[in-house]
Nanobody
Framework: QLQIVESGGGLVQPGGSLRLSCVAS????????LGWFRQAPGKEREGLSC????????WFVNAAVKGRFTISRNSKNTATLRMNRVEPEDTGLYYC????????????????????WGQGTQVTVSS
């Protein structure tokens, strides 16, 4: 069984930065992609990005968000989401999830396809 733990959330002022970490344990994620999702209050969960072991990333957000966030795969079982120039609209619960991938160059943005999930880390952007 895989366990995923996210960390790094908190209260940050608009324009600030946060670094979210995702650590998976249980077995090595050789053929898995790690994805980041977020759920704002009163809204559906949305996919932000996912990343393969190769370092290839896929983004599911508009250019304005993509230009402020970066995703990295630090090891088979860890990933990071770096959030820069955060805005109040970035407030929400941020989740990391894992999905087994057969396609070496792509990972899904549909949360329903992800098998393993963390409990999430809260990000609040407010002055």
């Amino acid at each position: 069984q895989l366990q995923i733990v996210e960390s790094g959330g908190g209260l940050v002022q608009p324009g600030g930065s946060l670094r979210l970490s995702c650590v998976a344990s249980g077995f090595p994620l050789d053929d898995y992609a790690l994805g980041w999702f977020r759920q704002a209050p009163g809204k559906e969960r949305e996919g932000l990005s996912c990343i393969l072991n190769s370092g290839t990333s896929v983004w599911f957000v508009n250019a304005a968000v993509k230009g402020r966030f970066t995703i990295s795969r630090n090891s088979k079982n860890t990933a990071t989401l770096r959030m820069n120039r955060v805005e109040p609209e970035d407030t929400g619960l941020y989740y990391c999830a894992a999905v087994r991938t057969s396609n070496g160059g792509w990972c899904p943005g549909d949360s329903r396809q992800y098998t393993y999930w963390g409990q999430g880390t809260q990000v609040t952007v407010s002055s």
